[in-house]
Nanobody, 126 residues
């Protein structure tokens, strides 16, 4: 059974930074992508960053240049460094894992093909 656990959410003022962490367990295959999504109240879940097994990354335009996804030293661990946070970044952030061959394809996978974490809240005040 694949499980993903996020941590690192919280409250911060606009312009501040936060770092989210995600650790996955139980995934039996060698090739995978790990992703970050977010969902604000009343809005669709948005894929914002992905990284594949080779370390290649892909970002949504809304976070490009401010957020950085990276792999941890432990397998199936991923971070999301969020800088210059804005009130519109307020959302529940979800970690996900899927079998896409590349990060750019990973963000386009249908939700049912992802394994999901439980989410962590990020609140940015102005």
């Amino acid at each position: 059974q694949v499980q993903l656990v996020e941590s690192g959410g919280g409250s911060v003022q606009a312009g501040g930074s936060l770092r989210l962490s995600c650790a996955a367990s139980g995934y039996p295959y060698g090739s995978y992508c790990m992703l970050w999504f977010r969902q604000a109240p009343g809005k669709k879940r948005e894929g914002i960053a992905a990284i594949d097994s080779d370390g290649s990354t892909s970002y949504a335009d809304s976070v490009k240049g401010r957020f950085t996804i990276s792999q941890g030293n432990a397998k199936h661990t991923v971070y999301l460094q969020m800088n210059d946070l804005k009130p519109e970044d307020t959302a529940t952030y979800y970690c996900a894992l899927n079998e896409a061959p590349t990060a750019s394809l990973a963000l386009g996978y249908a939700p049912e093909y992802n394994y999901w974490g439980q989410g962590t809240q990020v609140t940015v005040s102005s």
